[in-house]
């Protein structure tokens, strides 16, 4: 089944402890992205890949870091975690101008 | 500036009643795509449609149908006879040439309540 799986769905941790949210695709699609979701912000997008090695900022890159050195993989790295980076966070890649989402990952900091 | 603007912040409908939610975009690219997602309230995001801007056609599917106006730049979303289904919030997006369709973005999302 075409997905995008992320990495965990829910997780709780405390101020400057880091984490990692993976997120993984097995549609062999170059574009891969990260948003978070507030309430009555919509979902902002935190950065994205066109590529193996390619990667950009988003709206609201500050305090996250990425990599992507496969194809498939696209983590979203916290190096430290603050209580303002508590928010819903969606995986997507793009086939065709469109984007697919993953299931989500809520994050609360402490 | 807001680059996705859906004034509508929640609506309340009883079921089998009209509904439109309202989008309004903004952007200087001639070439740009705007869609519709669809979030229940277990969570995940629904893509519902894509339209790029070359193409003003209106498109129904069943009971949803989308009217694009590039004349008001408005893109906006109906659903006929709506059903408790249909709850849940909607967000319209833009992605746009200028950054090779590699930036997207959102509005802030309209909730829609359907009651029985």
């Known amino acids: 089944e075409a997905q995008v799986t992320q990495n965990p769905r829910y997780l709780i941790t405390v101020t400057g402890k880091k984490l990692t949210v993976t997120c993984s695709q097995n549609?062999?699609?170059?574009?891969m992205s990260w948003y978070r979701q507030d309430p009555g912000l919509g979902l902002r997008q935190i950065y994205y890949s066109m590529n193996v090695e390619v990667t950009d900022k988003g709206d609201v890159p500050e305090g996250y870091k990425v990599s992507r050195k496969e194809k498939r993989n696209f983590p979203l790295i916290l190096e430290s975690p603050s209580p303002n980076q508590t928010s819903l966070y969606f995986c997507a890649s793009r086939r065709e101008e469109t984007q697919y989402f993953g299931p989500g990952t809520r994050l609360l900091v402490l | 500036a807001q680059k996705v603007t859906q004034a509508q912040t929640e609506i309340s409908v009883v079921e089998k009643e009209d509904v439109t939610l309202d989008c309004v975009y903004e952007t200087r690219d001639t070439t740009y795509y705007l869609f519709w997602y669809k979030q229940p309230p277990s969570g995940e995001l629904v893509f519902l449609i894509r339209?790029?801007?070359?193409?003003?056609q209106n498109e129904i599917s069943g009971r949803y149908s989308w009217n694009f106006q590039k004349s008001t730049s408005s893109f906006n979303f109906t659903i006929t006879a709506s059903q408790v289904v249909d709850s849940a919030v909607y967000f319209c997006a833009l992605s746009e040439a200028t950054n090779n369709f590699n930036k997207f973005y959102f509005g802030s999302g309209t909730k829609l309540n359907v009651k029985p």
């Open positions: 549609m062999n699609h170059e574009y």
């Open positions: 339209r790029n801007s070359f193409d003003e």
